[in-house]
């Protein structure tokens, strides 16, 4: 399996613009989390998703985040309009599948390194 | 609520030497326990977990022990190196029930550097 996969791996954008995060987790996984990692906050819970719906958004800074997974293979983050506290690394992670319900494992994708100048 | 956490870092070792980092958590239920590590520019990985009180869980000569009575989850290793170098969590996930089913919360991180 080729794991969680992000894309893009960099982005560098202005002020003032969308961006879109995407995110394709591994096959047959139902669970779906977007993070949010900086040096001053650490490690955040954006939002996440069970079977393609939202289940928990409490994470999302303000109403310019927003979060979609349309099927089970694809997930996307949007910062509309972006602002340059918006820069940090977002990560990607999946989870699912009969023996990781024991143990609750999440697989992390490389992330998107977000800059907003 | 749940939350963990992690002794404050950096924390900087030679090769050979012992680590150890502490990891509290508090939990509303039963959880499962798990460290993460994170090498430079990469996501997070799995290092290891344990699900019950009493378990050890051991992967590349890390070791950490779920202790109930302490709610504890410390990490060692008897002898690190130079690659062992990398940011290390420890989290815990609620075990079944409620909005925060399948969710987990992470401590700060702890960077690791070992020199040679």
């Known amino acids: 399996d080729a794991g969680v996969i992000q894309s893009p791996r960099h982005e560098v954008t202005e002020m003032g613009q969308e961006v879109t995060l995407r995110c394709k987790p591994i096959?047959?996984?139902?669970?779906l989390f977007w993070y949010r990692q900086t040096m001053m906050r650490g490690l955040e819970l954006l939002i996440y998703?069970?079977?393609?719906?939202?289940?928990?958004d409490s994470g999302m800074p303000e109403d310019r985040f927003s979060a979609k997974m349309p099927n089970a293979s694809f997930s996307t983050l949007k910062i509309q309009p972006s602002e340059p506290r918006d820069s940090a690394v977002y990560f990607c992670?999946?989870?699912?599948?009969?023996?990781?319900?024991?143990?609750?494992?999440?697989?992390f994708g490389p992330g998107t390194r977000l800059t907003v100048t | 609520g749940n939350s963990v956490t992690q002794m404050e870092g950096p924390v900087t070792l030679s090769e050979e030497a012992f680590l150890t980092i502490n990891c509290t958590y508090t939990?509303?239920?039963?959880?499962?326990l798990f460290w993460y590590v994170q090498y430079p520019g990469e996501g997070l990985q799995l290092l290891l977990k344990?699900?019950?009180?009493?378990d050890k869980g051991s992967n590349k000569g890390f070791e950490a022990t779920y202790r109930k009575e302490t709610t504890s989850f410390h990490l060692e290793k008897g002898s690190v190196q130079v690659s062992d170098s990398a940011v290390y969590f420890c989290?815990?996930?609620?075990?079944?029930?409620?909005?925060?089913?399948?969710?987990?919360?992470f401590g700060q991180g702890t960077i690791l550097t070992v020199h040679p």
């Open positions: 344990a699900t019950k009180a009493d």
């Open positions: 096959s047959g996984h139902d669970y």
């Open positions: 998703f069970n079977n393609n719906v939202p289940i928990d």
């Open positions: 939990a509303t239920g039963y959880p499962s």
């Open positions: 989290a815990l996930s609620d075990r079944a029930g409620g909005t925060s089913y399948g969710k987990l919360t």
């Open positions: 992670a999946s989870k699912g599948g009969q023996l990781a319900e024991l143990s609750y494992e999440q697989y």
